[in-house]
């Protein structure tokens, strides 16, 4: 018959022939409208992203029609696999424009005045409760009610675009980018590996807050208000380093400043970040990255959305990142962090564009972050002379480690209540009268949280969050949070890495170089277990390496708790709000 093993190659060519120039003039598009957001731009975004669609409807329908099952080669097979799944474009034409149109706009736009990053630099710096809650509350009321109008809609469309691809909704489409079908037990499992971490590290950091904002605002057997943890999401805790500092006489240096005294420029920072990894042996930076990427905010007056990217323009040379690049210690890693995501687009740019993404999101993720736990350390940023002083003693250790542990500890339950919650929604558990009571039963169950004032149904505070507004997946951060440490573990077993793993920078290794590059050059063609092996010899992710890595600050942790009869957890759950 005519769709035999033959026309599927042929059939493939072709798909690959016309695919690289669709998705190319979809990412022109869009990446005109988010450097330069207004109604023209976003018009020739939608008709791009419409003919995509239709592109991909067509090849994913013919693509079902092929006998996969009587094939003998397997890269056909697994490529026919993948085209079948088309995600939103399986919608009729006028639902499909419905949600194009209708995808609540990510409310992160930087332009002077209502940008997203202001209110989020009240959240970082101000330590008066009042002003906390002010912002806290500002943002919500800014963008939850108008997220709510669409969001209802949105799920809909989403699971009968799922069931169009044949999953249950479209919680389980996002699963199966995880190829497994013992993902949720796993998770939740690895999240039980996790809690000593986030317990200890919850009653610690409620007992500073206790010290800095009394009584009347926290409750020392109860959840934190979710507007003092330095963050609007209260995700990374990083920001109140200077209240929780475990040896206060032993400030942690501050890179920022030393940055700007030494006049370090977007620029520099780029190429700091580039340097890094082809010091390991990995790719550089085609022409293009550095003349079309948006490095800074433009100047003049262009509405541009403020949330941080890499992309990939599928031609094999224009890859480029976008970012509002302000001169800190936060914005050198973010950078870093993309440059993982470029690096990877360099590493699989020659494969077929099917098989150009990570072998699962998750390790797109990675990529930058264990670079980053070398950059952060104490020796490289002494070698990159970011620090003042030479030594570390161990106060400082414990200080430093304090300072990881506030970002990525206190992460754990954030990455993995946010698309809990989502599958929840989508296979309608979370009726649509009870979201935001829900949002938070899970911010309390998992966060040890409570919103700072009460919130009604009115309110729709998922929405505040950048991926819940642009229905962006979120898992993907949980699992890069644990396996950026297992790589990490790896890369710095092969670099004949002696003592504690915080104390590691891969920083010149050519030896952890080709591990990475040996996943990297495989993009999604091979199944994440096989690409993960490569990497560490296990097929699994463990909580291990975190646990190894964070081993010392969980004993000070401990014994600091202890010794202050802290309540782990939060048996005064009922969310405290102030009369
Ligand atoms: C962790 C995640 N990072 C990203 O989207 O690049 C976030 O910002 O919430
Ligand atoms: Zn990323």
């Keep these: ?183 949720e037990q796993d998770l939740e499992h690895l999240y039980q590996e996790l809690q000593p971490l986030y317990l200890n590290l919850h009653a610690y950091v409620r007992r500073a807050l206790h010290r800095h904002y009394g009584p009347e605002l926290i409750d020392l057997r109860g959840p934190i208000p979710a507007h003092l943890l330095g963050n609007m999401w209260a995700q990374s805790w990083v920001n109140i380093l200077d209240l929780v500092l475990p040896f206060p006489k032993k400030p942690l240096d501050d890179i920022t400043r030393n940055m700007k005294v030494q ?72 950078i870093f962090h993309q440059m993982g995501h470029i690096q990877y687009f360099l590493q699989y740019k020659n494969l077929s564009v099917i098989f150009r993404a990570g072998t699962n999101p998750a390790f797109e993720e990675a990529v930058g972050l264990v670079i980053i736990l070398s950059v952060f350390s104490h020796k490289h940023l002494l070698n990159k002379g970011l620090l003042s002083h030479q030594h ?51 911010r309390l169950k998992y966060q040890g949280l409570c919103p700072p004032t009460p919130r009604t149904e009115e309110d729709f505070d998922p929405a505040a969050k950048f991926h819940i507004s642009a229905s962006m997946p979120y898992l993907r951060y949980f699992l890069s949070l644990v396996l950026q440490f297992q790589f990490h573990e790896a890369l710095c077993k092969a670099t004949g890495h002696m003592g504690l793993l915080h104390r590691c920078d891969i920083y010149n290794s050519k030896m952890a170089g080709k591990l990475l590059e040996d996943v990297l050059k495989l993009g999604s063609s091979k199944p994440w277990p096989e690409v993960l092996e490569k990497i560490t010899g296990e097929t699994k992710v463990p909580a291990k390496a975190i646990m190894t890595y964070s081993k010392l600050l969980l004993n000070w942790l401990v014994t600091e708790n202890v010794q202050q009869g802290e309540i782990l957890g939060w048996p005064d759950f009922s969310c405290y709000f102030e009369e």
Excluded at 38 to 59: A, T
Excluded at 150 to 172: H, I, P
Excluded at 288 to 314: I, L, N, Q, T
Excluded at 403 to 420: E, N, R, V
């Design 1 to 183: 018959d005519f769709y035999n093993e033959t026309m599927a190659k042929i059939f493939l060519q072709y798909y690959e022939n016309t695919t690289r120039v669709v998705w190319n003039r979809f990412m022109e598009a869009s990446w005109n409208y988010v450097t330069n957001i207004n109604q023209q731009n976003l018009e020739e975004m939608l008709l791009k992203d419409m003919e995509r669609s239709q592109h991909m409807l067509f090849f994913g329908t013919q693509a079902r029609l092929f006998k996969i099952a009587r094939f003998q080669d397997p890269v056909v097979k697994h490529m026919l696999s993948k085209l079948q799944n088309i995600d939103k474009a399986a919608l009729p034409k006028d639902e499909l424009q419905e949600v194009m149109e209708g995808a609540p706009r990510s409310p992160g736009t930087c332009s002077p005045g209502e940008s997203g990053d202001w209110w989020e630099d009240v959240m970082a710096t101000s330590r008066d409760q009042k002003e906390l809650l002010w912002a806290w509350q500002g943002w919500r009321d800014a963008v939850g009610p108008q997220v709510r109008m669409t969001f209802e809609r949105y799920v809909q469309l989403s699971n009968k675009a799922a069931k169009l691809n044949g999953y249950e909704d479209m919680g389980a489409l996002w699963q199966s980018m995880y190829e497994s079908d013992t993902l």
């Design 263 to 334: 006049h370090w420029k977007p620029e520099k920072m780029f190429i700091e970040a580039e340097n890094f990894y082809t010091s390991l042996g990995l790719l550089s930076t085609p022409p293009d990255f550095w003349r079309k990427s948006m490095m800074e905010r433009p100047a003049d007056g262009r509405e541009v959305e403020c949330h941080a990217s890499a992309w990939d323009f599928y031609n094999g040379q224009d890859f480029r990142i976008k970012k509002c690049t302000e001169v800190t210690i936060e914005d050198l890693l973010s």
């Design 392 to 442: 570390q003693d161990s106060e400082e250790e414990v200080n430093f480690l304090m300072g990881i542990a506030l970002d990525k500890i206190a992460f754990i339950p954030f990455a993995y209540l946010m698309d809990l919650s989502r599958w929840k929604v989508f296979d309608g558990t979370i009726q649509k009268d009870v979201y935001n009571q829900e949002w938070w039963s899970l």
